[in-house]
């Protein structure tokens, strides 16, 4: 989303952003302070192990339900139509910052899977019912789309 880091320091940063950054994110609950989630880019020379994440926000999605599994814990987002087009199971998608695999698909939502370290190191461990997440479908289904329909 179109935002710019206007400062760096220690385990804190910065940023300036748009209003479209407010309008699609979830970021209007962001305070100073709030723990955001954040990864290295890759670079072209090293393997991709994973989806694509361009750190863009297609969408907001709402957690429905949080269930421990064993030692994982299963989130239920609820997206909106628009988005829910381009995830489907065992696909990738980004929720907050995080790329995942979609464990399943319902009728106006999707699953995730959360490993411990997932738990632990993101903001996805604090989850709970209603928590609002910011969503990044696979680009490349849109791009597919996007080819198919020309």
């Given at each position: 989303?179109?935002?710019?880091?206007?400062?760096?320091?220690?385990?804190?940063?910065?940023?300036?952003?748009?209003?479209?950054?407010?309008?699609?994110?979830?970021?209007?609950?962001?305070?100073?302070?709030?723990?955001?989630?954040?990864?290295?880019?890759?670079?072209?020379?090293?393997r991709l192990g994973g989806h694509i994440v361009q750190g863009h926000v297609d969408g907001v999605g709402t957690v429905a339900n949080v269930t421990e599994d064993g030692f994982a814990r299963r989130l239920e987002i609820?997206?909106?139509?628009?988005?829910?087009?381009?995830?489907?199971?065992?696909?990738?998608?980004?929720?907050?910052?995080?790329?995942?695999?979609?464990?399943?698909?319902?009728?106006?939502?999707?699953?995730?899977?959360?490993?411990?370290?997932?738990?632990?190191?993101?903001?996805?461990?604090?989850?709970?019912?209603?928590?609002?997440?910011?969503?990044?479908?696979?680009?490349?289904?849109?791009?597919?789309?996007?080819?198919?329909?020309?």
């Amino acid at each position: 989303m179109p935002s710019t880091a206007t400062g760096v320091r220690d385990r804190t940063f910065r940023a300036e952003m748009m209003n479209e950054t407010l309008q699609r994110t979830a970021l209007e609950r962001a305070v100073a302070g709030s723990a955001v989630n954040l990864e290295l880019p890759v670079r072209a020379s090293d393997r991709l192990g994973g989806h694509i994440v361009q750190g863009h926000v297609d969408g907001v999605g709402t957690v429905a339900n949080v269930t421990e599994d064993g030692f994982a814990r299963r989130l239920e987002i609820e997206a909106p139509p628009a988005l829910l087009r381009y995830v489907i199971e065992k696909g990738s998608i980004a929720v907050d910052g995080v790329s995942l695999t979609v464990t399943g698909t319902a009728n106006g939502s999707f699953t995730v899977s959360l490993i411990p370290e997932t738990l632990e190191r993101t903001t996805l461990g604090a989850a709970q019912r209603g928590t609002k997440v910011n969503l990044e479908v696979d680009v490349l289904a849109k791009y597919v789309e996007r080819l198919i329909a020309k």
